[in-house]
């Protein structure tokens, strides 16, 4: 399986909601990561997970709260968000953070805040 | 940190010509160089990618060359077919031997077009 998942697809929430973006895989890949899109723009990094552990924070509003619940799972916990946040939110995966390892990118959950 | 930038932002081809497309790193410590296409509404998936121990790598209709004195590399497409038409984005990072946490720098990507 060489695959990462994500639900939802589409999400569409109002600035006072609470909700949660889900990531899974199940390629025994110890690094995870959080990427913002937006239209016609690269990934921005977010946040980056090595072994269950939280290593890099891209400065991201609180707003924002990732949690890595095992080493196949990561969320990404949204609160109070703006609209200016809609957009694409991807989760990759990798063997491991030291860098020269493919990510393998989910097909995302498309975000609107209203 | 490092700093990819790609140029241009599209690019139109006819349906079999090559497409060459370029970019430039600023970081001379940067050794891996992954090259990514998103097709309009999908994920990104990695295409081709070059470490800095070579030179040229070669997969079917795909290649990617890379000149370290310079700090830029292109990725090279013969034979375009209208499938090929996408956003493409290269990357650079700096794989460490020791594990430390090593971060993907995208360059801005480009649009590409194969006109049938």
């Known amino acids: 399986d060489t695959e990462v998942t994500q639900t939802p697809k589409h999400l569409v929430m109002g600035m006072t909601n609470k909700k949660s973006l889900k990531c899974e895989q199940h390629?025994?890949?110890?690094?995870m990561y959080w990427y913002k899109q937006k239209a016609k723009k690269p990934p921005e990094l977010m946040f980056v997970y090595s072994y269950e552990k939280l290593s890099i924070n891209e400065s991201v509003p609180s707003r924002f709260s990732p949690e890595c619940p095992n080493s196949s799972l990561l969320n990404l916990h949204l609160h109070a968000l703006q609209p200016e946040d809609s957009a694409l939110y991807l989760c990759?995966?990798?063997?491991?953070?030291?860098?020269?390892?493919?990510?393998?990118f989910g097909p995302g959950t498309r975000l609107t805040v209203t | 940190g490092e700093n990819v930038e790609q140029h241009p932002s599209t690019l139109s081809v006819q349906e079999g010509d090559s497409a060459v497309i370029k970019c430039t790193y600023s970081d001379s410590a940067s050794n891996y160089f992954p090259w990514y296409k998103q097709e309009l509404g999908k994920r990104p998936q990695l295409i081709i990618d070059?470490?800095?121990?070579?030179g040229e790598k070669k997969d079917q209709r795909i290649a990617v060359t890379l000149n370290k004195t310079a700090k830029h590399f292109s990725l090279h497409i013969t034979e375009t077919q209208p499938e090929d038409s996408a956003v493409y984005f290269c990357?650079?990072?700096?794989?460490?031997?020791?594990?430390?946490?090593?971060?993907?720098?995208f360059g801005k990507g480009i649009t590409l077009s194969v006109r049938p």
């Open positions: 990759a995966s990798s063997q491991d953070t030291g860098g020269g390892y493919e990510q393998y």
């Open positions: 390629m025994g890949h110890r690094a």
């Open positions: 990357a650079a990072s700096k794989a460490s031997l020791t594990g430390a946490n090593s971060k993907l720098t």
């Open positions: 070059i470490r800095s121990n070579v």
